[in-house]
């Protein structure tokens, strides 16, 4: 009997050693090797090859489009339009837009056929506490910039391996040498950031708009060359910096949503770092 007990036990250990023990993969989705072997991988390959090679492989995973719908985003759309013309497209509505730019966002998504709008709005009780007349951006755009936009991309990222970026390498001087995938360092979840635009010049993108006949966004024959919300853009004089007309009086030129640790200014007293662009 002792003999059945103690061979029943060896039994029981074995298939115990046998069988997988189960984990919770809490581990991040990409590391820094992924984004080196992504770019190593596409070292070369023209924009249009690239985007269809990772989309329809699923190389990525789960992915969304950032988009402003500003001056330079019909370049990027009409790409992913080529390729799938439901993947999802988020954009985050501060209820702070030129009224133009969202009839433009209205008018490219009708032209390009594109059926995966994700439109992110606020959260209505951070909004309500911290920003009850709508008059943050006048004294803190860095606070109203964290409730109206950052947190809100923040929570629709959630259901997404990674995001494609419109950002340019030409834009600004931290911009030089934007790889193609990189490491999203605004969260510790490990999502990839890619870049499909990252080499291309504005010689390049004026180019592309004209070669599709891609619709204009309305403000930038008005002489807004770089398009934010309407309280935080201001026109552009002939010969100045084309950046120089956001957040126009205040040392700040990011949005937040490209800068890791974004921080909600009111309550640590502390700056976005200087010298990034959001445009996206």
């Known amino acids: 009997m002792a003999g059945n007990q103690t061979r029943q036990t060896e039994s029981a250990s074995g298939r115990a050693a046998d069988r997988a023990t189960d984990r919770i993969d809490a581990g991040p989705r990409f590391t820094e090797s992924d984004a080196i072997r992504l770019n190593n991988l596409y070292r070369g390959t023209d924009t249009p090859e690239m985007l269809r090679s990772v989309l329809a492989d699923k190389l990525i995973g789960d992915v969304a489009v950032v988009s402003s719908f500003g001056a330079e985003s019909a370049v990027l759309l009409h790409?992913?339009?080529?390729?799938?013309?439901?993947?999802?497209?988020?954009?985050?509505?501060t209820h702070k837009h030129f009224p133009e730019t969202l009839a433009y966002r209205d008018e490219l998504v009708a032209h390009l056929g594109l059926t995966g709008l994700l439109v992110i709005e606020p959260d209505m009780e951070p909004l309500a506490k911290k920003d009850e007349n709508g008059l943050r951006w006048s004294w803190d755009p860095d606070g109203?910039?964290?409730i109206r936009k950052v947190q809100p991309l923040a929570r629709a990222l959630l259901a997404f391996d990674a995001s494609?970026?419109?950002?340019k390498g030409f834009q600004s001087a931290t911009r030089s040498g934007l790889p193609r995938f990189e490491i999203d360092r605004t969260d510790a979840e490990g999502r990839l950031k890619f870049n499909p635009l990252a080499s291309w010049s504005a010689e390049d993108i004026e180019a592309y708009m004209t070669a599709h006949d891609l619709p204009r966004h309305p403000l930038v024959e008005q002489g807004y060359p770089s398009i934010g919300c309407a309280p935080c853009t201001s026109r552009v004089a002939p010969g100045e910096d084309p950046r120089s007309g956001r957040w126009k009086g205040w040392d700040k030129v990011e949005c937040g949503i490209h800068v890791p640790g974004s921080p909600d200014s009111s309550e640590t007293g502390s700056e976005l770092p200087p010298g990034y662009d959001p445009a996206f």
């Open 79 to 93: 790409l992913i339009a080529q390729v799938d013309k439901a993947l999802p497209v988020i954009f985050l509505e």
């Open 144 to 146: 109203c910039c964290e």
């Open 164 to 167: 494609i970026s419109g950002r």
